[in-house]
């Protein structure tokens, strides 16, 4: 239970500091769905949907009030669909079905038109990769993900270079709406099974029937944290992070805590990721550099994400026996304003992004590119951060937007998704490597059997 003092410190931190719930994300089986008629599984999806989650966003609402905090996005999360639907159009009636109820539900986002081919596809999975740009573009709140590599099966890169190709017609299907389309698709590394935060959200085939997880952030507490030991030594800063994420995962396990008892539902994880969004204050490169940088982007940016980064895992660890997911911190660049700072004053540039994606929670985020950019190349980037992951055995995700019609400038997303300059990648190309295909083969460190 919280303590006195721990309650006027979470006050604070609320009306001060920009410190909420993200997300809690109901994550959803849909395993008792599949039938033998794509119509008849669609209707099943829906009813399922609609059935279990028909006083969640009442019920989240009543938590904020009773507690007072700040409880962002509501948000379903579904089993892969390409394990669910049926191809001959199945695929894209489960999505309609999907984009439908979570609309009158009134969910931000609902996550789990997702594919896992990390080690092969079956003609199935190939089809249903297939229909993601379509699905994008003809739906507002449906998520898409497809993982394509893991420390245990290595790179499948026959889905590598499809997946370069799905986020080009993704994009021009979406090129009069900025190709928002491409900020709702993520592809993965080393996916996991409990993730609340979109657009990599699916329940995965080991998870239960409904589960509750939540998705807390507050990069606005842990610089408000660091501002106060100016001068002190790494130790003593890592110990400030720590001691800092472990008060704010408190507040995520209460609020998880009851959210599933009241919904009926299993209580599944804490992610404690620091996650910016674009309001001053609230920016995990404001973090680094509060921790010593002139600016994200200076040598010693990967040192200090590190460190922030372990120190956030270990507070969650130490508060809670429930922490899951990505946990750590992101660094999408469109959502957060110190990064984007950065990169437009050039002091953060692709490569030293990349270099980050080794230590943070996920890999390149929300990063807009010029819309010239060729399927090869963005399959390029994509194998580099699936390596980065499967040698390294942690996730790494790739969410870039080529914004067609435009090589420089910036683009509004709008919300959460903030803006974003378009970033320089370079002139170089991998198209020969790419067009190798085949699957590179797990890391020698994989086989502890």
Do not use: W
Not at 99 to 112: H, M, P, Q
Not at 177 to 195: Q, R
Not at 254 to 260: C, N, Q
């Amino acid at each position: 239970m919280l303590n006195h003092n721990e309650i006027i410190q979470t006050i604070t931190m609320i009306k001060d500091l920009h410190l909420d719930i993200r997300t809690v994300t109901m994550h959803i089986s849909l395993f008792d769905c599949i039938t033998d008629d794509a119509d008849r599984t669609a209707q099943k999806v829906y009813d399922k949907l609609t059935s279990k989650a028909k006083n969640f966003v009442s019920i989240i609402d009543g938590i904020q009030t009773k507690y007072g905090i700040p409880i962002v996005n509501k948000r379903l999360s579904v089993s892969p669909i390409s394990l669910i639907g049926a191809s001959s159009g199945g695929y894209e009636k489960i999505a309609l079905a999907m984009d439908k109820a979570a609309k009158e539900l009134n969910i931000n986002f609902i996550g789990g038109y997702t594919a896992i081919v990390q080690k092969g596809m079956t003609k199935q999975e190939e089809e249903f990769i297939h229909t993601i740009p379509k699905v994008l573009s003809e739906t507002d709140v449906v998520c898409s993900s497809v993982n394509v590599g893991s420390t245990k099966a290595g790179i499948n890169m026959d889905a590598v270079r499809l997946m370069g190709e799905i986020i080009k017609k993704t994009a021009e299907k979406t090129k009069d709406k900025n190709c928002i389309g491409c900020a709702k698709l993520v592809v993965f590394a080393n996916a996991v099974e409990d993730n609340p935060f979109m657009a990599g959200s699916f329940n995965g085939i080991s998870e239960g029937d409904c589960v509750i997880n939540v998705g807390i952030s507050g990069p606005g507490v842990v610089k408000a944290a660091i501002e106060r030991i100016k001068g002190e030594d790494c130790s003593v800063l890592s110990e400030t992070i720590k001691n800092t994420a472990f008060k704010i995962s408190r507040m995520g396990e209460l609020v998880g805590r009851e959210a599933a008892k009241q919904l009926n539902a299993e209580f599944g994880i804490i992610d404690l990721s620091l996650a910016p969004t674009p309001e001053v204050g609230d920016s995990v490169g404001e973090v680094l550099e509060e921790m010593g940088l002139s600016s994200v982007g200076a040598h010693g940016t990967t040192a200090c994400l590190a460190m922030l980064n372990d120190a956030v895992k270990k507070g969650g660890s130490m508060a809670s026996s429930r922490v899951g997911g990505l946990s750590g911190a992101f660094i999408p660049v469109s959502e957060d304003i110190g990064m984007i700072r950065a990169v437009k004053s050039g002091a953060l540039g692709m490569d030293k992004l990349e270099a980050m994606t080794s230590v943070c929670s996920v890999g390149l985020d929300m990063i807009a590119i010029p819309g010239s950019t060729s399927a090869k190349t963005i399959a390029a980037i994509i194998a580099d951060e699936a390596a980065i992951g499967v040698i390294n055995g942690k996730t790494t995700a790739v969410r870039v937007i080529p914004v067609i019609g435009k090589e420089e400038g910036e683009v509004e997303f709008g919300g959460l998704m903030g803006r974003a300059p378009i970033m320089n990648i370079g002139n170089g190309n991998a198209d020969a490597f790419i067009d190798r295909g085949g699957h590179i083969p797990a890391p020698i460190h994989s086989y502890r059997n």
